[in-house]
């Protein structure tokens, strides 16, 4: 009977210990959570299946939040070019959206077409002269607006 008495009493003890331990851990961690303030929140934007009217004065955005849109990056490459050619790549994005372009040396002359901004419209070009080796090119396009990065990758035929 010592025995069971000696058990119940550890038990119980042992579950004391534990409640203990974790209301100290609790109010260490709570400590740590306090001091928060130098840390920068990230505001959330969580898209809405309902379109509201123009916003009434009282209910302007906050300038701090700055909704992120889908670029829908379109790409239309051409069939294919001669030689030397001049190369126009149409790109569709979000208007304001940054587009840049990936050419590998031997499908065009010289540099490679700068970056460029998307119009309202949105709608733009990249424009460079074909390269005088024959072959299919993969060209890389890069845009980005906001918070949003989309890519494509199009063939190109030298011929």
């Known amino acids: 009977m010592n025995l ?10 042992g579950c004391g210990t534990l409640i203990v331990g974790l209301i100290i851990l609790g109010a ?3 400590l740590f959570d306090g001091g928060s303030e130098t840390s920068t929140p990230r505001p959330s934007v969580v898209p809405s299946a309902t379109s509201d009217p123009e916003p009434s004065p009282s209910q302007e955005p906050s300038p701090s939040v700055v909704p992120s849109l889908p670029i829908a990056l379109e790409v239309d490459p051409p069939a294919a070019v001669a030689r030397g050619a001049e190369i126009t790549l149409t790109v569709r994005a979000s208007a304001g959206s940054e587009c840049e372009i990936g050419v590998p040396e031997l499908a065009r002359e010289g540099e490679t077409p700068a970056a460029l901004f998307v119009p309202e419209g949105g709608v733009a070009t990249f424009t460079w002269q074909a390269g005088s080796t024959k072959g299919a090119w993969f060209v890389t396009v890069v845009c980005t607006a906001a918070f949003e990065r989309e890519a494509l990758e199009v063939s190109i035929t030298v011929k």
């Open 4 to 13: 069971v008495r000696a058990s119940q009493r550890s038990a119980k003890s």
């Open 28 to 30: 260490i961690g709570s």
